[in-house]
Structures are given as structure tokens and as C-alpha cells.
């Protein structure tokens, strides 16, 4: 685990846990972080199974962060550098 530093609405969330593996599943090869928060501070929904989170993901050429692992709910895209 590494820790994490996320920016949203005006506000800054520090010294967060990462995790690289997929909720005690085999990982997806598509799968790279999830970024996990307090319920109690966090810029997500925090009453969701597995706890508030942002997982990035690897999508055709591009980062995607979903908010909980929600699909339905991403956030900007990012284009991969080679």
C-alpha cells in the first residue's frame, strides 16, 4: 500500500490507503488502484458495500476513475503517455 492525496471541491483528502488488489477477488487486469476514504470524510457516497472508494481503471487508450466502482459514475478520462 502506498498513500494517497485526492482534491475535490475545493477540499484536500491526504494520507488515504490505496489498495491494488479487487476486494479479496482475483484483480482484474484492468485494474490498477482503488483509493479508499473515511465514511466519516469522504468527497463520495460513504454508504456503499465495500466502502466510499475511487477505483482507476485502464479503459481503451485511457485512465477512467469510477466513484465506488460504480461504472455509471466516472470521472474525467485521462489519455495514456507512451
Given amino acids: 500500500m502506498v498513500e494517497g492525496e485526492v ?3 475545493g477540499k ?3 494520507n488515504l490507503l490505496t489498495s491494488y ?12 488502484i482503488a ?6 470524510n469522504a468527497p463520495v457516497d460513504a454508504k ?6 475511487l477505483e482507476i ?3 481503451s487508450g485511457s485512465f477512467i476513475a469510477l ?11 485521462c489519455p495514456l503517455q507512451s
Avoid: Q
Avoid at 466513484?67 to 478520462?77: E, H, P, S, V
Fill in 21 to 32: 488488489s479487487f476486494m479479496g477477488d482475483a484483480t482484474p487486469s484492468e485494474f490498477l
Fill in 7 to 9: 482534491k475535490a471541491a
Fill in 12 to 14: 484536500t483528502y491526504s
Fill in 57 to 59: 481503471w485502464k479503459d
Fill in 67 to 77: 466513484m465506488n466502482g460504480d461504472k455509471a459514475k466516472k470521472l474525467a478520462l
Fill in 35 to 40: 483509493v479508499i476514504f473515511d465514511e466519516a
Fill in 48 to 53: 456503499v458495500e465495500g466502502g466510499p472508494r
